[in-house]
């Protein structure tokens, strides 16, 4: 694999950037054998991306600071897409594609316009569908747009948002609850909308709607936080 080498970036522009920029989410991987604060998805990479993805294009849905747009480059993709709708979010991604001096597209716009025209290889869609108002339509229109895999990452019926703001039994059975095909429905229009246990996505895409051929389900490394991750493909 190709590794993540700055042309553009001293160390002490490098040190300076770090001082003054507060990253998080996803722990990004520096020149000078620096790195930033986050949560390591390393192990996530390793478990969506083939070793070699020979030129297969790939679009991350809510790429935050880009960590898997980089990972994908690693593997010898070829076009790369980033959406990111926060600003924050997204400036701090145009600040790592400086680091790192890689090609990659990074839009701070929704991803139903890219995808009314275009398609890719591989869609990730990783913690971002429980946000959503229509989660479902969302799928429909991601699978449209997906020629061979898709990546979703999804918080299930043990997920610390959900189980915090429910009360007495349905917090208690949760774990019962994952094992079943179910879509539970926070109680809040922000943040966790929608949680799923891991069947009723396999049920959703697979056999009621086709839009998959087979989805794989597997603990996500974000398990502590009750997440999954079901890998779709064509």
Not at 106 to 113: A, V
Not at 137 to 163: C, M, N, Q
Not at 205 to 230: D, K, M
Request: aromatic letters at 12%; charged letters at 25%; a positive charge.
């Amino acid at each position: 694999m190709t590794e993540l080498v700055s042309v553009n970036v001293s160390l002490e522009e490098l040190r300076e950037i770090l001082q003054r920029e507060h990253f998080g989410y996803q722990r990004m991987p520096l020149p000078y054998g620096l790195s930033t604060q986050g949560i390591d998805r390393s192990s996530t990479a390793r478990l969506i991306f083939e070793e070699d993805l020979q030129g297969a294009s790939v679009l991350d849905i809510g790429c935050c600071n880009g960590f898997f747009c980089y990972e994908a480059k690693r593997r010898n993709a070829g076009r790369v897409v980033g959406i990111e709708i926060n600003p924050e979010r997204y400036r701090h991604a145009q600040i790592f594609r400086q680091i790192y001096g890689i090609d990659i597209e990074l839009r701070n716009d929704d991803f139903f316009s890219l995808l009314e025209n275009d398609s890719f290889d591989y869609v990730l869609f990783l913690n971002v569908v429980h946000h959503l108002s229509d989660p479902i339509e969302a799928l429909r229109k991601i699978s449209a747009g997906t020629r061979k895999r898709l990546v979703i990452e999804f918080p299930t019926f043990s997920d610390h948002w959900y189980r915090r703001e429910q009360k007495g039994m349905a917090s208690l059975i949760s774990w019962f609850f994952n094992r079943i095909p179910l879509i539970g429905i926070g109680a809040s229009t922000k943040g966790t909308r929608f949680v799923f246990s891991p069947q009723a996505i396999y049920r959703l895409l697979v056999v009621q709607t086709g839009l998959f051929r087979t989805v794989r389900l597997f603990p996500s490394p974000f398990r502590e936080q009750g997440r999954y991750i079901a890998i779709c493909e064509k």
